[in-house]
């Protein structure tokens, strides 16, 4: 598998951590659904908190890529869905400790609710790997 980043002079620099494109080629694709703070026994972590619940969140997408054999590094795109945006700073802080150069494409938006009114932040992720 190879991948590289897209960088276009004609479009403005993140604001954060991620790449303007993220071009794939070979390998598996494995795409995660949508993770929320839920832990293995079905508990919520961090109600409140949203670096707990950010922590949770990544630590549930790791675990689903690494058994189907890759690791974080694969991730090449991810969605965010906050429900208040003044969480943000909060979970990028906790999406750092997680991803790491090269990083993937990514969009975050703010949404009025989630399903359950304690989640604070959902994520979905695409991996492609060996």
């Known amino acids: 598998m190879t991948r590289r980043e897209i960088h276009s002079a004609l479009v403005p620099e993140p604001v954060a951590e991620y790449a303007q494109g993220v071009e794939v080629t070979g390998g598996r694709t494995l795409y995660v659904a949508g993770q929320i703070a839920i832990d293995a026994d079905g508990q919520l ?69 989630l399903v359950r009114p304690e989640w604070l932040v959902e994520v979905e992720a695409t991996a492609v790997f060996k």
């Open 45 to 113: 972590v961090g109600s409140g908190d949203i670096r707990a619940q950010a922590r949770q969140v990544f630590a549930n997408i790791q675990a689903i890529i690494e058994e189907a054999g890759g690791e974080m590094s694969d991730i090449v795109k991810l969605v965010t869905f906050l429900t208040d945006i003044d969480d943000y700073a909060g979970f990028v802080e906790v999406r750092s400790e997680f991803l790491k150069p090269p990083f993937p494409a990514a969009t975050l938006v703010a949404v009025s609710a």
